[in-house]
């Protein structure tokens, strides 16, 4: 049985779903204790809770300390993972982009197909909103061999939620790695400005705005404006930047009292400080390139805007399962995975 310290680097929620993701895959017994120390309310919220039980459902798994605030948890694997067609929900505003992330790669590296229906936050703040999911994170991950796309059926903000994805795994690849040292020549910024249950000019002052600051930047943008029907109002603007060998995604999100040209001058502001920066993978994106990385059958090797806290926090997850060995160099922000 292996056991995990909660309040390890970052103490956060990425210690308990990335050794919830092991566990499953490996049909290793886990403890956990002191989750989420470092929060201002340690313990399981429903988000990692939810998290906990999808990962538990997949191998069906035995499980002590699974309530809301809980500080402990023991997880026993039953089974290797199982695919099949699952709901989970987190039944608040908690993201489902997270909980997404937890059993993803158990059920991409076991044979056969699964559908997911995921509820709660799709787009909520300190966490993957959906358009990062669908045009960041797992098309840099389809090119390690993991064959997954999801589907947004309903928006869901903070403080509601309420929101929907479907997601499709075909699972049974073997993971190949990554060289991202290179981002190649830039191409172009896509985005999306879209509201629910607010005004149409708000959508369309953000895209203004941010194409106006971008262009400014000599950059080659284009960004669409939606209105959507939803259960609260709710607003944001997302963006990715395309170069030749990697793509990158910004995002702000709107709130009461905060202006559209604020929302969209923060989105643009992190993407020009990556475009600056010459690094052919953003911050969030280094940190989640770990774990594929150590499932692979080859070395990863990527060039990181910056080495976070979250980063290498999840490194020492990652090593405490005896999967991969990770070096890291913060003076030029390389990253080497060597799966063993």
């Not at 309903?154 to 939620?161: E, N, T």
């Not at 059958?297 to 005896?322: D, K, P, R």
């Amino acid at each position: 049985m292996i056991h995990i310290d909660g309040s390890f680097g970052e103490g956060g929620g990425q210690v308990l779903r990335t050794a919830l993701s092991l566990a499953t895959l490996t049909g290793t017994p886990l403890t956990l204790d002191r989750i989420r120390a470092g929060r201002t309310k340690p313990g399981l919220a429903a988000q990692h809770l939810t998290g906990v039980r999808a990962a538990a459902t997949l191998c069906n798994a035995k499980v002590y300390g699974d309530s809301l605030g809980s500080q402990f948890l023991e997880f026993i694997p039953q089974s290797p993972p199982q695919p099949g067609h699952y709901r989970f929900d987190v039944t608040t505003a908690g993201s489902v982009s997270l909980v997404l992330q937890t059993i993803l790669l158990p059920l991409a590296l076991t044979p056969g197909e699964s559908r997911i229906t995921l509820c709660g936050g799709t787009h909520v703040a300190f966490s993957p909103s959906f358009p990062y999911i669908q045009e960041v994170y797992l098309p840099a991950i389809a090119r390690m061999g993991v064959c997954a796309e999801v589907t947004l059926v309903k928006w869901g903000w903070y403080p509601r939620g309420g929101g929907e994805i479907q997601l499709r795994v075909t699972g049974g690849q073997p993971l190949s790695g990554l060289n991202l040292q290179d981002r190649g020549k830039f191409q172009q910024v896509r985005g999306l400005a879209a509201v629910t249950e607010l005004p149409s000019h708000i959508p369309q002052r953000m895209a203004n705005r941010a194409e106006n600051r971008l262009r400014e930047a000599q950059m080659k943008v284009h960004i669409q404006t939606s209105r959507q029907k939803g259960i609260a109002p709710g607003a944001g603007l997302f963006l990715t930047a395309d170069y030749r060998n990697s793509t990158a995604g910004f995002s702000a999100l709107g709130k009461q009292g905060l202006p559209s040209d604020q929302v969209a001058d923060r989105a643009c502001d992190a993407l020009l400080e990556f475009h600056h920066s010459g690094a052919a993978v953003d911050v969030y994106l280094a940190d989640q390139l770990l774990l594929p990385a150590a499932l692979a059958t080859s070395e990863t090797h990527y060039h990181a805007q910056a080495i976070s806290l979250h980063l290498t926090t999840n490194a020492g997850v990652i090593e405490q399962f005896g999967l991969a060995k990770i070096e890291i160099n913060p003076a030029q922000n390389l990253v080497s995975v060597f799966p063993q």
